[in-house]
């Protein structure tokens, strides 16, 4: 099973036949039990917190989901005989529904309204679409500040660059660090866009929160739990990438762990998975916005950079997953690709971004969307 699950996930399109049998294991787990306590339209703030109380006193964790006409609870943890019948009796309670999807804060079935978060003028998802742009790396003060200022006049929100790099080989560019963030920090002053960027380790996420306005865990650490537990715990928002070998239902059980730990600011991202095709780096699916969009609440956000590793195939892959209905873009921009330190091959230059941001807005403003 150790052997299997090493398999389906350190490998590429063989491994699928594999990760279809793993799932079906990790989803399954008959001890434990997931319900949704509905509260009553006209329940108050100190009835939510009895009812949480009364959750927790069973064993259960609750979490507390506030919508805009009730508020629902998520009961979660070990299963045991007659806790349904025990919740739906108490007065404060609607009703409670048993959550059959293996993610369960993450389900569109515990929340049906979208989830927006929002960081400056950085607004992921209700119908609105956020681009977040910049350099692959922080390389220095000019190449930020020029990013920044150029994505800015473009139309970006958020400001993309990373600090510590995940990078392939231990012998390219790892990354500015802590001046990195410095520069972002510095970026953010001059033109008020939303820094992103990566953390890497559960002992840098105090340092990048410093800074960053929204922690980006990279494709390679999705499954790093103690690291998606940790910024779990932390206030800032979380752009989570898609592993390139991870199932969907692997990717929001990922977002669960994070949600878990009370960080209702997930953001669902997107950036390309493993296949035989070696035209583009990764292969884009853009199905995974509709289909996503379905199960879950949180806002999704395609990365057609990494998704594709060819700039002139960026801008195309932009403008249809704006067309697929997604809430936010990750595009990489750089004042001079050619001289980039870090994937110039997939970068823009200002101006190529500056024409993509044209055609995303004709697109978003076709189907009444606001970007
Ligand atoms: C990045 O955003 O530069 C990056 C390393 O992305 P990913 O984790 O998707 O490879
Ligand atoms: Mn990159």
Same mark, same amino acid.
């Given at each position: 099973?150790?052997?299997?699950?090493?398999?389906?996930?350190?490998?590429?399109? %063989?491994? *699928?036949?594999?990760?279809?049998?793993?799932?079906?294991?990790?989803?399954?787990?008959? &001890?434990?039990?997931?319900?949704?306590?509905?509260?009553?339209?006209?329940?108050?703030?100190?009835? #939510?917190?009895?009812?949480?109380?009364?959750?927790?006193?069973?064993?259960?964790?609750?979490?507390?989901?506030?919508?805009?006409?009730? &508020?629902?609870?998520?009961?979660?943890?070990?299963?045991?005989?007659?806790?349904?019948?025990?919740?739906?009796?108490?007065?404060?309670? $609607?009703?409670?529904?048993? #959550?059959?999807?293996?993610?369960?804060?993450?389900?569109?079935?515990?929340?049906?309204?979208?989830?927006?978060?929002?960081?400056? $003028?950085? #607004?992921?998802?209700?119908?609105?679409?956020?681009?977040?742009?910049?350099?692959?790396?922080?390389?220095?003060?000019?190449?930020?500040?020029?990013?920044?200022?150029?994505?800015?006049?473009?139309?970006?929100?958020?400001?993309?660059? %990373?600090?510590?790099?995940?990078? &392939?080989?231990?012998?390219?560019?790892?990354?500015?660090?802590?001046? %990195?963030?410095?520069?972002?920090?510095?970026?953010?002053?001059?033109? %008020?866009?939303?820094?992103?960027?990566?953390?890497?380790?559960?002992?840098?996420?105090?340092?990048?929160?410093?800074?960053?306005?929204?922690?980006?865990?990279?494709?390679?650490?999705?499954?790093?739990?103690?690291?998606?537990?940790?910024?779990?715990?932390?206030?800032?928002?979380?752009?989570?990438?898609?592993?390139?070998?991870?199932?969907?239902?692997?990717?929001?059980?990922?977002?669960?762990?994070?949600?878990?730990?009370?960080?209702?600011?997930?953001?669902?991202?997107?950036?390309? =998975?493993?296949?035989?095709?070696?035209?583009?780096?990764?292969?884009?699916?853009?199905?995974?916005?509709?289909?996503?969009?379905?199960?879950?609440?949180?806002? /999704?956000? /395609? $990365?057609?950079?990494?998704?594709?590793?060819?700039?002139? *195939?960026?801008?195309?892959?932009?403008?249809?997953?704006?067309?697929?209905?997604?809430?936010? *873009? #990750?595009?990489?921009?750089?004042?001079?690709?050619?001289?980039?330190?870090? $994937?110039?091959?997939?970068?823009? &230059?200002?101006?190529?971004?500056?024409?993509?941001?044209?055609?995303?807005?004709?697109?978003?403003?076709? *189907?009444?969307?606001? =970007?």
């Amino acid at each position: 099973m150790a052997l299997l699950h090493a398999l389906a996930t350190r490998t590429g399109s %063989g491994a *699928l036949f594999v990760r279809s049998i793993t799932d079906t294991f990790a989803c399954e787990d008959k &001890t434990r039990t997931t319900m949704i306590v509905v509260m009553k339209q006209q329940a108050t703030d100190e009835m #939510i917190h009895s009812v949480a109380a009364r959750i927790e006193s069973m064993g259960l964790k609750a979490h507390v989901i506030v919508g805009t006409e009730r &508020t629902v609870i998520a009961a979660i943890g070990e299963k045991r005989d007659g806790e349904q019948e025990t919740l739906s009796s108490l007065e404060e309670v $609607d009703k409670v529904v048993p #959550i059959l999807a293996p993610y369960k804060v993450a389900s569109r079935e515990t929340k049906s309204e979208p989830t927006v978060v929002r960081s400056h $003028d950085l #607004i992921l998802g209700g119908g609105h679409v956020g681009v977040i742009a910049g350099p692959c790396s922080v390389e220095s003060e000019e190449q930020i500040l020029e990013s920044a200022r150029q994505v800015k006049l473009a139309g970006a929100t958020g400001l993309r660059g %990373g600090a510590f790099k995940p990078r &392939t080989s231990p012998y390219s560019f790892q990354g500015l660090k802590e001046e %990195g963030l410095k520069l972002l920090a510095a970026a953010r002053e001059e033109t %008020g866009l939303a820094v992103v960027t990566e953390v890497m380790t559960p002992d840098h996420v105090s340092l990048v929160g410093n800074y960053a306005d929204v922690l980006q865990i990279g494709a390679r650490n999705m499954q790093n739990y103690h690291l998606l537990q940790a910024v779990g715990e932390s206030d800032k928002p979380v752009l989570l990438k898609r592993g390139p070998s991870a199932s969907i239902d692997e990717f929001l059980l990922a977002a669960e762990y994070i949600l878990d730990q009370g960080n209702a600011q997930v953001v669902l991202c997107e950036r390309g =998975i493993r296949t035989f095709e070696t035209h583009t780096r990764f292969t884009l699916p853009l199905a995974t916005v509709p289909y996503l969009r379905q199960r879950t609440h949180l806002p /999704i956000v /395609i $990365d057609p950079s990494h998704g594709t590793g060819v700039a002139s *195939l960026v801008s195309p892959m932009a403008v249809a997953a704006i067309a697929a209905d997604c809430d936010g *873009l #990750i595009i990489e921009v750089h004042p001079n690709p050619a001289e980039a330190l870090s $994937d110039g091959a997939q970068s823009l &230059t200002p101006a190529q971004f500056a024409d993509t941001m044209i055609r995303c807005r004709l697109v978003a403003e076709a *189907l009444s969307r606001s =970007i």
